[in-house]
């Protein structure tokens, strides 16, 4: 099987103007794929779910229309994290309860993907039930961060950013309710977008109005990942949080040029969280470069002090309200992290949770009216460089020793409580070429604004075209 390995660099626009042009074919492209996993997958583990036979069969059916009327993504593959639903492919959760679940549905996602020309032929590794920022499971084993392959990939949707970092994906989509598509994005090297409340129509579970958990894109660059948040965007009468479509693309708004007026920049939302001195540095050098589009560049942030309790609660809660059948009937095939976050769900009062909801209304209007000042707010994705992988979660920061699994995740679940889109774009490296990301927001359903952004800031990095990379031995 003869395949052109140069289309792996290729970025997704370049690979779906192909597609259109008639240039490149879905199965020419998945035929690239499955020659680029079988040389480097093994060492990173990004994909460790395969549906091949059912990705051609999807491309053959998709190349009887004509070419230019296959839909946004035009027969581009697409990897689904292992959390979704993918009808007719083994979607375990990383869970040994699920280990052998092949569902006869797919999550109203992956159908509105597959509608705009998506082909689906890999499922994308998840730390159990997608809970603890570090991709490893009992079902598949960890994902290895392709830049130094002792370290981790994040999570949860580490698999997903691996996949892109080593040209096994040239898009992946992914799941974000603390930071899971934020934090692997920065870990990898690639750019990962937590989307608006609603942005992405997605099959609802134990409950029709759960909001700390949404649905987003990944890609190696800004305007790739625009274009996969267009082929995810829309309502869908299964989702009645779901928003329609915009007039205008997500991808022309990323292309439009438009740079930020006035930007604040935060190395740790007004303390909230220890930051390693080096993100710190990475990061603030990356924000200040806005001024050289034209932007004030101040140093502020809302006041977010209610984070750590607030998040702590209704994130405790979400995982009782979803998992406590499985808490009662197969505790003892459950991580212990996730263990602790049932049980804490369970003990929680009416009190408590009536607490952590006022709390998150206020800190989202204080948000609000930090917007009416500022475009744009920019913070480290990630309080560390990517960590060994054998640590099962950061338990220490700049001399902080945390207090449980979710706290090193502060800095992006404030900004999922407030109900704001989040960028994580490269920013930089630390003195031993680890990749850091910086987590640009923006006001509630402005991705638009956001993306423009991130674009102008990407040109101005410079850091553009860093991935793919062959997986590199530990350092």
């Known amino acids: 099987m003869a395949t052109d390995q140069t289309l792996i660099k290729a970025t997704a626009c370049t690979i779906v103007d192909k597609l259109n042009a008639g240039e490149v074919s879905p199965l020419e492209l998945l035929d690239v794929l499955e020659a680029r996993i079988a040389e480097v997958d093994g060492q990173v583990n990004a994909l460790p779910t395969l549906c091949f036979d059912r990705a051609r069969a999807s491309a053959r059916e998709l190349m009887k229309q004509p070419v230019g009327s296959r839909g946004l993504l035009a027969g581009m593959p697409v990897p689904i994290k292992d959390l979704t ?47 603890g920022a570090n991709t490893f499971n009992d079902v598949f084993g960890p994902t290895l961060n392709p830049w130094d392959l002792s370290k981790s990939s994040a999570g949860s949707s580490g698999g997903a950013a691996a996949a892109l970092a080593s040209g096994t994906a040239w898009l992946a989509q992914g799941s974000d309710m603390g930071g899971s598509l934020r934090s692997p994005a920065s870990f990898c090297g690639v750019v990962g977008l937590r989307p608006s409340i609603g942005r992405v129509a997605n099959t609802p579970s ?5 909001t700390l958990g949404v649905q987003g894109p990944m890609a190696r660059n800004v305007e790739d990942l625009a274009l996969l948040l267009d082929a995810m965007s829309g309502e869908h009468v299964a989702d009645p949080l779901s928003l329609p479509l915009l007039p205008t693309s997500f991808l022309s708004a990323a292309r439009s040029g438009k740079a930020p007026v006035r930007v604040a920049y935060s190395p740790d939302l007004g303390g909230i969280s220890p930051v390693d001195p080096e993100v710190i540095e990475i990061t603030r050098k990356a924000a200040m470069r806005f001024i050289e589009a034209g932007a004030l560049v101040e140093e502020a942030s ?3 002090r209610e984070t750590h309790d607030c998040f702590h609660v209704l994130r405790a809660h979400d995982f009782a309200l979803t998992k406590v059948d499985l808490l009662r009937d197969k505790r003892e095939l459950l991580k212990p992290e996730v263990i602790w976050n049932i049980e804490e769900g369970i003990k929680l009062s009416f009190d408590d949770v009536q607490r952590a909801e006022a709390q998150r209304l206020a800190m989202m209007n204080r948000t609000l009216e930090f917007f009416k000042t500022y475009d744009l707010l920019m913070i480290p994705s990630t309080i560390v460089p990517p960590c060994p992988i054998e640590d099962r979660y950061v338990a220490e920061c700049a001399g902080h020793k945390f207090d449980n699994y979710i706290e090193w995740l502060t800095l992006v679940s404030a900004i999922t409580l407030v109900c704001c ?20 927001v923006a006001r509630p359903r402005a991705e638009a604004q956001l993306l423009a952004g991130a674009r102008v800031l990407e040109d101005i990095l410079g850091l553009r075209g860093t991935t793919p990379i062959d997986p590199r031995p530990a350092k």
């Open 421 to 440: 889109p989040a960028l994580s774009l490269p920013c930089g490296f630390t003195s031993k070429g680890l990749p850091v990301g910086l987590q640009i």
């Open 302 to 304: 809302p006041d977010l």
């Open 206 to 210: 134990a409950a029709v109005d759960r």
């Open 85 to 131: 639903a993918v009808a007719g492919v083994r979607t375990t959760q990383g869970s040994l309860i699920y280990k052998d679940v092949v569902p006869a549905e797919s999550n109203i996602l992956v159908e509105r993907l597959e509608e705009n020309g998506a082909v689906i032929y890999a499922k994308s590794n998840t730390p159990e039930f997608g809970a």
